[in-house]
């Protein structure tokens, strides 16, 4: 049965997504402004975002500040996106700070009523400010100017690679969706961006200049060079940005995770020239300890199982670089759920060039494209790759098991964090 607190958050779903700031700013007015009690970084980007918090979030809790997360969204529990050094907020305080911003929903206009998003967010800042923590690490839901959590008055932006999500929302073309995502700067901050295309790159610098913020672009004004990388033993880079730092380790696979854990260095260095000490000790050991789940993650070693949260186009091509990464050469079996509102086709086909076989599922969302359709996508670009349809993710898991031992395969689940948080429910049970 749902808790009250969760059935208020779901309710407001109703309301729909119209992208503005009105609403959680009445809303954090009426609850005491409690985002401007703290300073804080705020990230926006496709891809890559959520792993980048995860790491610098890591690196300021080392460095001994009380350090606020909040991410979207959630694999298992809404809780987890709310996080204070690496802690979920409790469920009973969750509660408690619902029923307080519920009181505050309840004696609002009909058109100041927030949507979930909107009223989430509000529940972890009130929440980091009864806390009273040094910094807060906050991801951008979707897009960034008009996001619920540009709220904040951040001194330092991150914008991690752009490409194409949501259009409907964010726009069609790369220059728009760019200007939305660069919409979380603010005036004399700093800005650190991930690697971006040339047209993104100059939306960017454009909306920076009129802004007056000093930028650090990866790989111009920092990168990494590779000293080694496992299945095993994890990735073991050396730094170079605003001071040199060697042999640095993280256990998240993946090179892509190399400029995300770059990024959150870089970040972390100009928190300490501008606002709170850094050391370098903090930094090694914040990014060795990130663990960041259905990112890569090895569920199973025997047969090997890969989890991964790729679930648009741009993530889709970095899966299956990784794949060939670690394991050149070698065809997978897919099970696969993906949402409606994703380019599937696309997505679909890059799954296809190292599919074995796909196992079809649906995700627990209402989004999510019937697993028939991604059947009939395959028979409508031809592609000649055996699949199954198996609508309950837990079934799906276990079959994937089943053939993975049977044929002596290996498995990949992608396509939705939706999935990934289904299949993690089925594992850590």
């Known amino acids: 049965m749902k808790s009250p607190g969760i059935k208020f ?3 407001l779903t109703d309301f729909g997504i119209k992208l503005g700031l009105d609403k959680v700013s009445f809303l ?34 080392e460095s001994g500040y009380k350090t606020g997360l909040y991410t979207s969204p959630h694999l298992i529990n809404v809780e987890e996106r709310i996080k204070i050094n690496g802690e979920d907020i409790p469920k009973d305080v969750f509660e408690n700070v619902c029923t307080e911003i519920q009181k505050t929903v309840e004696k609002s206009p009909v058109e100041k009523i927030p949507t979930y998003f909107e009223a989430l967010t509000a529940i972890a800042f009130y929440y980091f400010k009864e806390k009273k923590i040094d910094i807060l690490v906050c991801e951008v839901g979707m897009g960034g100017k008009y996001d619920a959590t540009n709220v904040l008055p951040s001194f330092l932006e991150i914008i991690m690679p752009v490409s194409f999500d949501h259009m409907e929302f964010l726009g069609n073309s790369l220059q728009e969706i760019a200007g939305e995502k660069a919409g979380i700067i603010k005036e004399n901050s700093f800005l650190v961006s991930g690697e971006q295309k040339k047209e993104v790159e100059d939306v960017i610098n454009r909306i920076s200049s009129i802004k007056n913020t000093k930028n650090f672009f990866y790989p111009y004004d920092f990168f990494f060079r590779l000293n080694s990388s496992s299945l095993e033993n994890g990735q073991n880079f050396n730094f170079y940005g605003i001071k040199e730092i060697e042999n640095l380790t993280i256990n998240i696979h993946g090179q ?3 400029q995300n854990s770059s990024v959150a260095v870089q970040s972390a260095l100009i928190i300490d020239k501008c606002l709170l000490s850094v050391k370098e000790e903090s930094i090694r050991k914040g990014l060795e300890q990130t663990v960041w789940p259905a990112r890569f993650q090895i569920i199973s070693k025997n047969p090997l199982l890969i989890l991964d949260g790729a679930h648009n186009y741009e993530g889709a091509q970095t899966l299956v670089k990784t794949l060939d990464f670690y394991l050149p050469g070698e065809k997978f079996i897919f099970l696969t759920g993906i949402l409606k509102d994703k380019d599937y086709t696309g ?6 060039s190292h599919a074995s076989m796909f196992i079809f599922t649906d995700p627990q ?30 079934s799906a898991f276990t079959y994937l098991k089943e053939r993975t031992v049977k044929s002596n395969s290996r498995g990949v689940i992608c396509g939705s964090l939706y999935l990934a948080g289904d299949i993690l429910k089925i594992v850590n049970t």
Do not use: C, W
């Open 28 to 61: 954090l007015k009426k609850l005491g402004n409690p985002h401007l009690a703290y300073p804080s970084v705020l990230i926006a980007g496709t891809n890559g975002k959520g792993s980048a918090a995860k790491f610098l979030s890591s690196i300021l809790k």
């Open 256 to 258: 892509h995770q190399l």
């Open 9 to 11: 958050l779901e309710d």
């Open 347 to 352: 997505i679909l086909k890059i799954f296809s």
């Open 365 to 394: 969302n209402p989004r999510t494209l019937p697993s028939r359709e991604l059947q009939k996508i395959l028979e409508k670009e031809k592609i000649q790759i055996p699949s199954v349809i198996m609508e309950n993710p837990e």
